[in-house]
């Protein structure tokens, strides 16, 4: 095997070690540093890690659930077109660029173990949801079925260490937006501050156990990050 082995070839379980980067896209660059490890989009253009000193008490990072948070959850998509961002994705993003806080994506994709979705097709959905919401400095994928038992799929924390690791951050300065338990599950478990944003799927039992809630994701970001004067009000 050679490193510009198909990604078809380089993803399925049990196969050998893939080479670190497993796909280049017109838009970014997807690595894997294992069968085992999640897979890590940096884009090529974007906002790059945050370098500035964050106020005191904010989060160095802030990393959101994608399906069901970011953009609506349609289970199986594998069609950019139907990318749809939730209600304020894009101010919340924005709130968080205008602070100096990197924000990230954490997602559980099993479609890539299960053989139902490409990497090219994940990356050409991921190039779309950043379109709309705005650029992420780091998105962090867990790829493997869940009976696999793997580290990283949600609500095991290594996706938010991956993510963490590439934007040179610790896990407990950061926080993890989602809309389930499993993504407040991987906050705790990383020893990060966890803030759910419940929708229509969300159990009331998630959403009574949650030790942090918001209405939706701007709100989130305000109480984590506060509202800078400059944004004004509603977009
Ligand atoms: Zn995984």
Known sequence: MNSQAPVESALPPGSARPAAVVLRSATATWYQDGPEEPLIRLPHTGSPPCAAVPAC????????????????DVPHNTDPGRV?????????????RAAGVPAGVVSNQPGIGRGALRLEQLDALHARMEALVGPL??????????????????????????????????????????????????????GATG??????????????????????????VRALVGAPAHLGGPA
Do not use: Y
């Open 84 to 96: 749809r961002p939730l209600p304020s994705a894009r101010e919340a993003l924005a709130a968080l």
């Open 195 to 220: 803030v759910l944003v419940p929708n229509t799927a969300t159990r009331a039992a998630e959403t009574r156990a949650a030790p942090r809630t918001a209405s939706h994701l701007a709100a989130a």
């Open 57 to 72: 008490g904010r989060p160095r990072a802030v990393f959101f659930d994608r399906d069901g948070t970011l953009i609506e």
């Open 137 to 190: 400095a780091v998105t962090a994928v867990c790829p493997h079925r869940p009976e696999e038992g793997c580290g990283c799929r949600k609500p095991e924390p290594g996706l938010v260490f991956a993510a963490c690791r590439v934007l040179g951050v610790r896990p407990p300065e950061t926080a993890v937006v989602g809309d389930i338990a499993a993504d407040l599950g991987a906050a705790h478990r990383a």
